[in-house]
């Protein structure tokens, strides 16, 4: 079996944030949605962080984007997951989901 | 702005001040140049007085230090007086030494559209510049606390340099 790579929450978080905001997924749509499900407020740098640590491994790719007045002139980076990005993903939720499987979370730290 | 800041370091490293900061106590050190001959060096490119000669060290270094300080004054008032409505210059710069050159561009530019859309929502500007200072920070902070913490102070400023000159 060949290995997949293993993703942290993170990395989850983001990879799935670029698929719900695809094909529009930048730093700031990727920052807000990640936000807006999760409650949890990443800065760029953060951001980029994880975008770059993707990146290198093959999981996700960028592609830049129009320049529109509101960024100042400048460019948007667009990400995409690519084909292993949505193997290891499927397969770290898989994985998740099979910890997760048979236990009653309600209440259970009551 | 970039361009801004490179011409005055340029020119900072091009002046008197820095050599004699920097230089200068080395050389009058092994005694192969006059303190004299810098002092000159420092009155004709910056036009002090005579009296120049005569103050004492810590007196010759805040007299300099005033003429950056001033410099770097006139360069940030500019942001202010200038175009209020555009992000901090200054945070853009940190952001332009200390970000990966790999997303610099993106980050700046997200951290502008956050900024554009704080303005359109009717946010004052102030607190829109605050909020953007705030967001930089956060951006360069842990890279910066890691490099620190990797290289040490010295290395973190020489890292710095080596990034902005090659941003050019």
């Known amino acids: ?110 | 702005m970039i361009e801004e800041i490179k011409n005055l370091l340029s020119a900072l490293a091009a002046s008197p001040v820095v050599f004699w900061l920097l230089g200068g106590i080395v050389i009058c050190v092994i005694g192969k140049y006059e303190r004299k001959t810098l002092d000159r060096k420092i009155i004709a490119a910056y036009g002090f007085d005579e009296s120049f000669m005569s103050l004492s060290d810590g007196e010759k270094l805040s007299k300099m230090f005033g003429v950056i300080v001033a410099m770097l004054r006139d360069l940030f008032a500019e942001d202010l007086e200038e175009a209020p409505e555009d992000p901090p210059r200054a945070a853009e710069f940190i952001i332009g030494v200390f970000a990966k050159k790999r997303y610099r561009k993106s980050i700046l530019s997200d951290l502008a559209e956050d900024f554009a859309l704080d303005i359109a929502s009717g946010m004052s500007i102030r607190r829109a510049r605050r909020r953007y200072w705030a967001a930089a920070v956060a951006s360069v902070a842990p890279q910066a606390y890691a490099a620190l913490k990797r290289i040490g102070v010295l290395g973190l400023l020489l890292e710095a340099a080596r990034r902005f000159i090659g941003a050019s």
Do not use: C
């Open chain 1, 1 to 110: 079996m060949a290995r997949v790579d293993e993703l942290t929450l993170i990395e989850q978080a983001t990879m799935l944030a670029i698929m719900r905001q695809h094909p529009n997924a930048y730093g700031v749509s990727i920052r807000d949605e990640i936000k807006t499900r999760t409650g949890k407020y990443y800065s760029f740098g953060s951001i980029y962080a994880v975008l770059e640590r993707l990146e290198d491994r093959g999981l996700i790719k960028s592609r830049e984007g129009e320049a529109t007045a509101a960024r100042g002139g400048r460019r948007k980076l667009y990400f995409t997951v690519t084909g292993s990005g949505h193997l290891a993903l499927r397969a770290s939720l898989i994985a998740v989901e099979a910890m997760r499987e048979g236990l009653d979370l309600e209440g259970a730290w009551a």
